[in-house]
């Protein structure tokens, strides 16, 4: 298991390969391209930003907004995902009658038709008309 200073710096790594070239293939002077922000900025996050900033030679602050403004998107993206929503039952598809057609070897035959209200008498019921008490 690699130790916590070997995760940060191969973390590091790949973005710092990347820093690298753009410095060497910009023109002039000029900010640090979103690309490249989108890969520093949970870096920062994870291993902190001044420890980031410095390894990676980016700027302080400018990192340290970023991490503020996706730490608060995150928040307000976790309580959206937490707030509760009541759906009422008029809403719920409920059948209106469901028929249950009972029939035995000797012939015997008995249709019922139930609402959701009713619906849990009917074991009784058949165990009533049959002749045994529930």
């Known amino acids: 298991m690699k130790s916590k200073p070997d995760q940060f710096f191969s973390a590091l790594a790949p973005v710092r390969r990347e820093l690298e070239r753009w410095r060497r293939t910009r ?3 000029g900010r640090i391209p979103e690309a490249l922000w989108r890969t520093i900025t949970p870096l920062g996050r ?4 001044s420890r980031v900033a410095r390894d990676l030679r980016v ?11 996706a730490r608060a998107t995150e928040a307000t ?5 937490q707030q509760f929503v009541e759906v009422p039952l008029s809403l719920t598809p409920t059948p209106t009658e469901c028929v249950v057609e009972l029939e035995d ?18 074991v009784a019921l058949i165990q009533t008309v049959r ?4």
Do not use: H
């Open 46 to 49: 994870r291993y902190g930003v």
């Open 131 to 134: 002749g045994r008490q529930p």
């Open 77 to 81: 993206d976790t309580q959206k995902a």
């Open 27 to 29: 023109q002039r002077k």
């Open 105 to 122: 070897a000797s012939g015997w035959k008995m249709t019922l038709r139930l609402t959701p209200a009713n619906a849990g008498d009917a």
């Open 59 to 69: 700027p302080f602050y400018a990192l340290r907004d970023r991490v503020e403004v």
